[in-house]
Structure formats: C-alpha cells, structure tokens
C-alpha cells in the first residue's frame, strides 16, 4: 500500500482522484437544456413520421421538414458532447497527464457508449426488430453487418444500421479517438491559434470525405469549451431554453433541408458561441432539463423499438399510443439507466483508474529499480 501510493504521488496520480461521478458542482443546466432540446427533437421526427404514416425516404409529416428536425438534434448532441467531454478532460488533468490521461478517457468512454447500444442491437436481432418503425420489414443482412453495429463502425464498414438511430454512435466514437489530443493542443499558451488550425483543418476534411462529415460540429463544441473561460455571461438564463429552441426552428425552417456542410456548421458554430453569453438556469426548467438529459441516451436509442411495438404490433386505440409511447419510452429509458447505463458507467470509472494509475506507476517503478 505504502509502495503504491509512492508511486502514484511520483506520476502525478492522487489516490484520491478518479470517481468518476460527477459533482453537483460540476453541472450545468444550461447544458441539460441543449440535450434535453436535442433528443426530443429526434423523439418528436420519429414519432411524427409514424403517427402521419411516412414512408421511408418521406421528410413532411404535418407540414413538418422532419429531416432537419432530427438532423439538427444529432448536431446539438455533436456540440454538447464535445463541450462536456473537454471538460471532463480538464478535471481529469489535475490528476493525470499525457498517455495515462488518454488512456483513462478511452477506458470511460468505451464503457458509456457501448453497452446500452450492444443491448439494443442484440434485442432487435433476437426479436427481428426493423431498423425503423415506419412499416419496414426486418432484414437480416448478415454475421459483417452485425458486428460493424456491434463495434459501431458502420460507416467505415458501408453498412446500415440494425437500429436507425445508431447512424450517429461511429460520429462520436471516431471523436472519442481524437478529442484527448485537442485538448491537449488547445491547453496549451498558443491554444487558440491551434484550434483555429485545428478547426481549418477538420473543416478542410469534412468536404473530402463523409467519413470526416461532422467534425467541424463537434469543434463548435470545442470552441464553446474555450469560449467558456473567457467569455463572460450576459443574458439571463431564462432566456436560453427559447433561444436554443429558436435555433432549431430556424434550423428547420431554413432551406436546404437535404445535407447542407454550411447550413450544419453555421448553427452549431451559432450554439456553441452562445453557450458562454448565459448565465446558468435553475428552477423548473432546469430541473426538468436535468431529469431529461440524465436519461437521454436511453431515450435516444430505445424510442423506435418503442415505436415499433406500439403502432406495428400491438391492437391498442389510436388515441392511447401517443400516450403510451411517452410512459413507455421513459420507463425503459429509466430502467436501462439504473440496470445497464449507470453500474457500467461505475465499472468503467474503477478500470480507468485501475488503468491510469498502473500505466502512470510503470514509467516510475522502473526508475526506481
């Protein structure tokens, strides 16, 4: 014990350090309001496009460009994500540093995304669950399709998704592998003349190849985190839950409803440089903000199987599905947060730690000897 913490104080690592949960210190409402907005603007695409019977490939659903309705909420997700990982990142730094502190955000972030997402895919294989509930039949498309979803790698893979809503899970994990080196570019002196390089250059690869589509969205997250040391609040924070929802209805109301790079990059580079000009929120708004964006990775991934099951399989009134899918689609979301999401999330906390600290104590111990 006396040997273990010699070396961890000679690495820089504090015994005391990793918990891995955060702090009610380390929240932001304002934050919960942008993923609270964002996933319920994916929620209400799907659920309009089945309520209106869309076809697949139809975007209208009562007067309503649902394409860029939910494409928008994927982009708010991309920025959120971005800025909460950063700082993340910066709390993990006061302990741990260089390849120990990558290492650690690895080990946290495989464990958060992916076991939620192995469950749903396995479920909708087993049950021959359709990839949407839009009166698709389910297709089994072989043992390479199903692993790139397992390993979320469909679009390195050029397959589609058992799941619809996984196209934008490979986004994040391709993120996840260059973020901790942002950081540490961007934590640098000279960091804000890096991330304007840095965000040239993503923008630069996001025209040459749809693999890179997305990474100007989740610099503007990148932005925002720097934003946010310097910047300081301006406007009240009761007026940031109508401004971001602003954004989405002139996200959706602008032209160009198909894939448009500038129209994309503009509102996140919009959101993400407003983020800073609020004060934080508290009160109803945020409360409820809280409760939704707590559940909100369930909420993402496990509504269209929910939609599914109540307008394809079961003979209930029309009226009680709407009704219905809310209850149900909160209750799993609840129950996969407390079952599945939160003891892995609390596993992989204890590996990243277990990790870091022997990964930081070698390089030492060796000295030693």
Known sequence: MILRERLNSLSGVRDTSITGVMTNSDQDPNLDVLRSVAVLAVLVTHALQVIAGCKPGEHLAYGVETYSLGRIGVLLFFVHTSIVLMRSLERTRTNLSGLALVRHFYVRRAF????????????SITFSIPANALNVPYEWQGARWALANLLLIQNIAGVGQVADPLWSLPYEVQMYLVLPIVFLLVRTPRGT???????AGGSALSLLHPLFRFVPCFLAGVVAYKLLATVRPRFPAWLWCPVVTGAVVMYVLAPHADSSWLKDVTICLVVGALIPLFHRGSGTIAAAASQVAKYSYGIYLCHT???WLLYRKLEISDWQRPI????ATGGISVACYHAIEHPLIKVGARLARR???RFSAEPVAAALL
């Open 355 to 357: 990790v870091s600290v």
């Open 193 to 199: 003349v890096r991330l304007g390089l840095i965000f």
């Open 324 to 327: 219905w899918f809310i209850i």
């Open 305 to 307: 199987p929910v939609l």
């Open 112 to 123: 958060r995304i992916y076991p939620l997402s192995i469950c749903l895919i396995l479920l």
